[in-house]
Each structure stands twice: as C-alpha cells, then as structure tokens.
C-alpha cells in the first residue's frame, strides 16, 4: 500500500454546502478535489457531515435535514439541506462525485467519521440537523446520567458499550467503502466520549474491539475489491489523554490494527515542536504511519494566520520525530497564493528542506493538563535562570558549508518589564545582548478569535520584543538552549516579569524579489 505524504480534510459543510444556494451544479460538487490539483495533496479526507447525519444519499443512517421540520438554524444549514434534497433528485450523489472525481485525478479519499455526537432533538443539545434517526427510534442507546464533570452534553452521545451502537457506526463504514468504493476510513474521536465516565476503565477493551471490528470489515471489503483500504484514526497528542477516554491507542498500533494515526489536541495552535515519542517507536515497529495535523493558529497578536515559514519549521520539526507526512485542514478559503503554497511545498519535505523558517515556540493553555510539554510562558525571579529549548531541523553545518543561510533572528517577548530591569541572555552558553535598535515596546497585543477559542487569553499585556542576531556557527542542528535571567528587578514596580513568547528565525538567501520592469 502506499503511504499518503500530504492530507487535507474538507468537512463537506464550511467549505461547500453551507457556501453555495442550491441548486449546485456536479462542477460545484467536484469542487472539493479540483481546488486540490497540482499541489502535494495525494489523500482528502472528507467528512461525513456530523457522524450522525450526512451529506450524501445514505441508506443505513440519517440524510443531512432529513428530520428537520422547521429551519431554525440559519441559512447555511438549510443551504447544506436543500442542496442536498435537489442534488439527489437530480441524480447527483455528492459522495459519489467527490470520489469518482478524486479517483480519475489519481487522489485518496479517505471519508472521515465523527464516531460521537451529542446532538438532541430537544433539551439543551437540540440540533435536528445533527440529530439522527437511530437516536431517535433508540434512546436507551445514550449514556444518559449526568454526563461527565467537564462534558455534560456527554449524557446524549452514543453508548459504545452496546452492541448495537458499534453495529450502527459500522454499517455506516460499510456502506462508504463497499458502495461508494471510498480508499478506507478516518476515525474522528470528535467529541472523545464513548463510555459512562465511571465505567471508561472497564471499557476500554470494548473500544479496542470496535476497532478491530473495523479493521476486520476493511479487509473484508478490500478482498473483495481487489484492494487494501486504510483505517486512520485521530488521537490525541497525549497518550494520558487517549487513555483516559477509553482509547488505547498503543494497542491499536501494537497489533496494526490500523494503518495511520492523526496526531492533534483540543486546540488549533501551531505546535512547532511536536512530541510523540510515546507512540512514535511503536508505530515505526508496526508500519503504521504517523501523521500529525498541524494547526492553524500561531497564538500570537501578530500573526492570526501561520506563515509558509512556520508551516515549514513545524513540518521539518514533525519529520525529525518521526512523520511519515503532514495532515492539513481549514485553511483560509477560498485558497490564494499562501494557501497554495502551504498545499505545495508541505507534500515533499525536500521543497522547504533549504528555505527559511520561523520556529515559533507554543505556549502552555488554561487547561490544567499538566501533561502537556509547553515551556512557555515563565516568570521571570530575580537572580533566578530560567532555560528553555528550540529545537531546530535545518541542517546548520550544510547551511554554512554551502553559505545558504543567511541570518539567524532571535526574538523573545517579555511582559511588563521596562528598561530599567536588567536582564541577562545566553544562547547555548555563550552571552548575547539584544540589538538595542530593534528592541521595540507594544501598549499592548490582542490574539485572532481561533487563538481565544483555543484557550488563550485575547489580551497580551504591554511588553518588549527583544531581538538578537545570532551567529550562525552558534546554532545546532537539533536543541538549543536559552537561558534568561532577570539580574535586577525595579522594586517598585510589582507587576510579574513574564517571558511569554520566544521565536528562531532561520532565513535563507533567495533570488531577489523582482520591482517594476526588472526580470
């Protein structure tokens, strides 16, 4: 089988149905593939709408609107149902043209399955557009209780522990692989509940044998195809995290159970320094592929949408721990230049290998998971060293070798100091002083709505961006290590001295940018 490099996932809702007035036309309907071509993309993944309900002419679950008898969640939704509703009519099956499509243009597709939904028809999870037929005509189906401490809308989904329910999902993979010929499926852990929450421990193995499941009706369906089909599974980055909703994950890996795993977490923002050494030797042991989907957001006031160079330090980071390829979604839409070059260069890591790079260090989230692995933010004690480490995947020595590389920025962000603190840098040891005419002072920063939405707190109060040339022969390839140290402390100013951001900038000499008539 060969191994996907670049995914993309299109959820079928944002960036097609809810976009468009019905009737769309089968160009509309192939738009999702054909806005893919000529780029690094070789697999879409393409969501089945919200697990429950969906965009194409099902005949084992619950037709997108199918239930709804009065629109009362704004256009889009009603968009997404009328366009279906006509779409169908007239022959137009928009599962069938995806894949047809995306099949004839030499792309995967890889239907992606939101296994859990606490979608209602009435109560505070109302949402008839979500909600399905098999909730309804079974509601003993549910979790029900009180749900989980942090999730209450967790009582309404789906109760892994019966049969039926993992009956249910899997006639629903069966009917896109076997009908639809679609090259496998994504599982989309979504909203992470599958248990009653004191009874996660007990279950897990019954999760493990869903997978299995999966896995058995995959090959099954593949025998007969002539084919090998994939299972991908999203996960969490952290294997406390998987663990403690009932997913097993090495297990999974352990016995090839499945063929991919999607590494993400809860948040969107743009991890330059990705950490799956817990599962990375076991999947490298087992062939199975790991792809870790890089985020959008840089949580910063300055960027409210990830350059090229961040995508490529966060993609050559990635290789470095083990990926097998990179799995992208929701970019800005419709795509432009930036976008595209995202799509291009991320499919081949030889592309962005000797190109600049931003290394933007991620910073910790209000989430009280004390197993996350963010350096930042630290505040600052007096007298008091505080380190912490980028890590870089250029290759430093080639780059002065081959006299490539032509500057090396760091920049670090303190909150609420002033000239009068002094504070002291070193970079791998060695001493290094801020370049006073691009030290530069902001009243104050406010984050993107995705950055809030991610955990973040909007506001970043008044600061200091400091920034230092470092020389090149200074920086290693793989960590280096910063160390800061506030040396003196204005007394009367009691505010906390936070290091809050701290970035590496690698750029490497290019042909220059033509001006005018110049060629």
């Known amino acids: 089988m060969e191994k996907p490099k670049l995914f993309y996932y299109n959820d079928a809702r944002h960036y097609l149905m809810y976009r468009f007035d019905p009737p769309l036309s089968k160009s509309t309907l192939e738009r999702p593939v054909d806005e893919l071509l000529g780029t690094g993309v070789d697999t879409l993944a393409y969501g089945l709408a919200s697990g429950q309900t969906f965009l194409h002419d099902t005949k084992v679950g619950t037709r997108w609107g199918e239930l709804v008898k009065e629109h009362n969640h704004g256009i889009m939704w009603w968009r997404a149902a009328k366009s279906l509703e006509t779409a169908i009519s007239e022959g137009l099956d928009p599962l069938s043209i995806i894949i047809e499509r995306a099949h004839s243009k030499g792309i995967r597709v890889i239907p992606s399955l939101r296994i859990n939904d606490p979608a209602t028809s009435e109560g505070p999870n109302a949402n008839t557009y979500f909600f399905s037929k098999f909730k309804r005509d079974n509601p003993h189906v549910l979790i029900g209780g009180e749900g989980y401490p942090d999730k ?18 899997l006639s629903i993979i069966k009917e896109v692989c076997e009908d639809y010929r679609a090259d496998g499926i994504e599982i989309d852990d979504y909203v992470r509940v599958f248990f009653e929450h004191s009874e996660i421990e007990k279950n897990t193995p019954i999760l493990t044998e869903f997978i299995r499941e999966v896995r058995n009706l995959l090959d099954k369906i593949g025998q007969k195809q002539g084919r ?204 290094i002083s801020p370049e006073i005419n691009r030290t530069e002072t902001f009243y104050g920063g406010l984050r993107s709505s995705e950055a809030v939405r991610s955990g973040m707190a909007q506001r970043i109060n008044t600061h200091y961006w400091f920034e230092f040339e470092i020389p090149i022969n200074l920086v290693n390839t793989g960590e280096n290590t910063i160390e800061v140290c506030l040396s003196h402390k204005l007394s009367n100013r009691v505010e906390d001295r936070v290091l809050e951001s701290a970035e590496l900038i690698i750029n490497y000499y290019d042909a220059p940018t033509k001006f005018g008539g110049q060629m």
């Open 152 to 169: 209450p809308s967790a009582s309404t989904c789906l109760n892994f522990a019966l049969k039926e329910v993992r009956e249910e999902r």
């Open 228 to 431: 090998e089909l994939i299972l991908s599974c999203r996960a969490n980055n952290s294997e406390n995290d998987n663990l403690s909703v009932g997913m097993d994950v090495k297990t999974w890996v352990n016995e090839k159970l499945i063929n991919a795993i999607i590494l993400t977490d809860d948040s969107w923002q743009l991890n330059s320094h990705p950490n799956f050494e817990w599962i990375s030797n076991a999947c490298k042991d087992n062939d199975v592929w790991i792809y870790p989907h890089l985020g959008r957001v840089p949580v910063d006031d300055r960027y409210h949408h990830a350059t090229i160079e961040m995508y490529r330090a966060t993609a050559s980071n990635s290789i470095n721990e083990g990926a097998d390829g990179m799995y992208l979604s929701d970019l800005s839409w419709p795509f432009g230049h930036n976008q595209y070059q995202v799509l291009r260069e991320l499919g081949d890591s030889d592309i962005y290998k000797n190109k600049s790079k931003h290394y933007l260090l991620p910073i910790k989230l209000d989430t009280g998971d004390i197993s996350t692995k963010e350096q930042l933010p630290i505040i600052l004690k007096e007298n008091t060293p505080e380190t912490f480490q980028i890590k870089v995947s250029d290759d430093i020595e080639f780059g002065i070798e081959t006299n490539s590389i032509s500057d090396i920025q760091l920049r670090i962000r303190v909150v609420q100091t002033g000239l009068e603190d002094r504070i002291e840098y070193k970079f791998n040891k060695k001493s």
